[in-house]
Structure formats: C-alpha cells, structure tokens
C-alpha cells in the first residue's frame, strides 16, 4: 500500500480519537454531568472511526507481511528452514 493510503488510515484514526475527546477538549461536556445526545454521538462516532483506522492499519500489516512471505518463496537459492 502506498504512503498515501496509510496516511489516509492514520488520518481516519486521528479524527475518530478527536471526536472521542472533542467534548471534554472544547469544553462542551461539563465534567460529571450526564452526557448530552451531542456527546453521545461524537463519542461513539469517534469509536467507529477509530476502530476503523485501527483495523485497517494492521489489515494493511497483514497485507505486506504476507507479500513478503510470497516473495521470498519465490526467490531461487532460498535457505531452507528446518
């Protein structure tokens, strides 16, 4: 996967922890109150999100270690393990 996709992963995650910690950050949540429903669904939002980034961070892991694997079973003259 190329820079951009990652970074484009990376950006997905960011936002999701922002829009977790946006009502506390900007001071719109009083501390100890009940949560307004604007809270509700930033927070929950920003889990969704966040958890996205997350997975596709190490689905995109997976990805490159099984292309290794690939091709290093390609490459003649490999040591063979035992």
Do not use: H
């Not at 009083?30 to 949560?35: D, I, L, M, S, Y």
């Amino acid at each position: 996967m190329k820079r951009t996709g990652l970074a484009g992963i990376a950006a997905v995650f960011a936002i999701g922890v922002w829009l977790c910690a946006a009502p506390w950050a900007s001071g719109q949540q009083p501390r100890g109150a009940e949560w307004t429903v604007a809270t509700r669904n930033d927070v929950w939002l920003g889990a969704a999100l966040a958890l996205t980034g997350f997975a596709g961070f190490f689905t995109t892991l997976a990805g490159q270690v099984r292309e290794l694997y690939a091709d290093a079973r390609r490459r003649p003259g490999r040591v063979q393990g035992g």
